[in-house]
C-alpha cells in the first residue's frame, strides 16, 4: 500500500542549531515529493517541491529537503532554527501512476526553543 | 492574487442538523479537493474535482456526505445529518495541473465544525 511515514510525532530543537523533520515513503515509481508547514488554526503552507533533477531542493524561509532516492526519504532540513518556525509539518507524496493521488504523512511537530 | 477562501471559518450544529461548506479556489485552477483533518493529524482526502467532474470520490461518506462544484469552479461540501464524529477542520486545496501535474496543492484557512 501506498504510505508516508514521518517517524516523529515531534522535534525540539534550541534557537540557531540546525534542525531536521524526517520523511520516507513508499510509493511505486518515481513519485513527486513536497512539505508543507501548518501554524495553528491556519491551512497548509507550500514549503517546497521535488519533481526532478538536483536532490537538494530550496524552499520558503530558508528550508531546504534532501532527496535520497534509495533510501526512499524526503527529509526537510534548515541549517539554523528560528522560534517562529514552530509548527507542524507535513510531508506529502504525488503518485503519478496512480491518479495523481496526494498522500499526506501524520505530521512533525516543531518545536523551537529561545 | 486571492488564495483559495472557504467558509464558514468555525460551525457549530447539534447532532442530526445539516451543515455546509464552500470554497473558492483560486482563479484558473482546474482540480478542486476536499480534505477532512483531524486534531494534529495529515490531511484525507473527501473528494477531488477536475473541472465540474468528480474524479476520485472513494473516501466520501455518501450516505451523509455530498459535494458539488457548479460550472467547474466554487465547491460546496454538505453533511445531512451531522453526527459528533464528524467535527474536524474540513480543508479546501486547488492546484493547476496541465501535462506532467507537478502542481503542488493550494489550501484555505479551513472551516472548523464542532458537532454538539
Known amino acids: 500500500a501506498q504510505s508516508v511515514a514521518q517517524p516523529e510525532d515531534q522535534v525540539n530543537v534550541a534557537e540557531g542549531n540546525p534542525l531536521t523533520v524526517k520523511c520516507t515513503y513508499s510509493v511505486s515509481g518515481n513519485p513527486y515529493l513536497f512539505w508543507y508547514v501548518q501554524y495553528p488554526n491556519r491551512g497548509l503552507q507550500f514549503l517546497l517541491k521535488y519533481i526532478t533533477g538536483d536532490n537538494l531542493v530550496k524552499g520558503s524561509y530558508g528550508f531546504e529537503a534532501e532527496f535520497n532516492k534509495s533510501q526512499t526519504s524526503f527529509h526537510l532540513k534548515k541549517p539554523s532554527a528560528l522560534v517562529s518556525d514552530s509548527a507542524l509539518y507535513f510531508c506529502a507524496v504525488r503518485d503519478r501512476y496512480n491518479f495523481n493521488k496526494f498522500y499526506f504523512g501524520s505530521g512533525t511537530k516543531l518545536n523551537v526553543k529561545p | 492574487e486571492a488564495g483559495v477562501v472557504q467558509s464558514p471559518r468555525y460551525k457549530i450544529i447539534e447532532k442530526k442538523q445539516p451543515v455546509a461548506f464552500w470554497c473558492n479556489p483560486i482563479s484558473g485552477h482546474n482540480t478542486l479537493y476536499w480534505y477532512l483533518q483531524n486534531l494534529g493529524q495529515g490531511p484525507e482526502l473527501l473528494i477531488r474535482?477536475?473541472?465540474?467532474?468528480?474524479?476520485?470520490d472513494s473516501q466520501l461518506p455518501k450516505d451523509r456526505f455530498s459535494a458539488e462544484r457548479l460550472k467547474g469552479v466554487d465547491s460546496t461540501l454538505k453533511i445531512q445529518p451531522a453526527e459528533l464524529g464528524d467535527s474536524a477542520v474540513y480543508l479546501c486545496a486547488s492546484s493547476l495541473d496541465r501535462g506532467q501535474n507537478t502542481g503542488e496543492l493550494f489550501f484555505g484557512e479551513g472551516s472548523r465544525l464542532t458537532v454538539l
Open positions: 474535482y477536475e473541472n465540474e467532474e468528480a474524479v476520485d
